[in-house]
């Protein structure tokens, strides 16, 4: 029997791969590509503000600056040991004593009360006089209640509270619904005593005064006024 050849449609079927589109491929590699790159965004915009940030303290334009080293109390004069240097950025708007202006600031007083760790800005300091010609200056105690909010150059009311001796040396009472007062400009305040309760403030009146203010002061009988805002 003579052998027959099998048809090439009768063999075995031999599975077929089918690609997929083109299309369809590109659009699934999107998909998951795109978290990875967003992800990668992210971390690549982090790194450049963190490394701007870095560079600007790092590199940035410092300047050199006066700090106060200990607190300085409002009239105080400033000493040399009161300031020290510091390196800072600053924005150009800010104004503060530069370091190359620390022989002119000591000597100096303080306007108002500066505290440690502070730059010092130049009106937080004056070169005026605080006691002038023809003036006294008188310190002045008082319960830390009944000092009010005072700053140098202020100017007050000193009420006399208790007997004014007359010119004849004898003691006279005061009318309490009039009662004698005299205007005093505060040339320093004090920090409040832990042990007595007292605060002083040194105040400039003229010297015609300043006998009596003393006396009263001395004796306790004075308390302070001050005028509100606007006079």
């Avoid at 963190?50 to 106060?68: D, S």
């Avoid at 390196?87 to 505290?115: C, F, I, W």
């Amino acid at each position: 029997m003579s052998r027959t050849d099998v048809p090439a449609q009768a063999a075995a079927p031999q599975a077929q791969v089918v690609a997929p589109r083109a299309g369809a491929q590109a659009r699934w590699q999107v998909r998951r590509r795109r978290p990875g790159m967003l992800a990668a965004a992210v971390a690549c915009i982090a790194v450049c503000v963190a490394g701007n940030w870095w560079y600007w303290t790092q590199n940035g334009e410092r300047q050199q600056v006066l700090e106060l080293a200990r607190d300085v109390p409002a009239g105080h004069v400033i000493k040399d040991r009161d300031l020290q240097a510091a390196s800072v950025a600053l924005d150009p708007s800010m104004k503060v004593v530069g370091v190359q202006q620390r022989g002119e600031v000591v000597g100096m007083r303080a306007v108002s009360t500066l505290r440690a760790g502070a730059l010092l800005h130049p009106q937080e300091v004056t070169r005026r006089s605080l006691v002038k010609a023809g003036e006294q200056k008188v310190r002045i105690a008082l319960k830390s209640g009944q000092m009010p909010q005072l700053k140098p150059a202020d100017t007050v009311q000193v009420v006399f509270t208790g007997d004014v001796a007359s010119s004849s040396g004898a003691a006279k009472s005061e009318d309490p619904s009039n009662p004698q007062t005299v205007t005093v400009r505060v040339v320093w305040v004090g920090a409040a005593p832990e042990s007595s309760g007292e605060q002083v403030v040194d105040v400039a009146v003229d010297k015609a005064q300043g006998p009596k203010l003393a006396a009263q002061a001395a004796a306790g009988d004075v308390a302070l006024a001050v005028n509100g805002a606007g006079g």
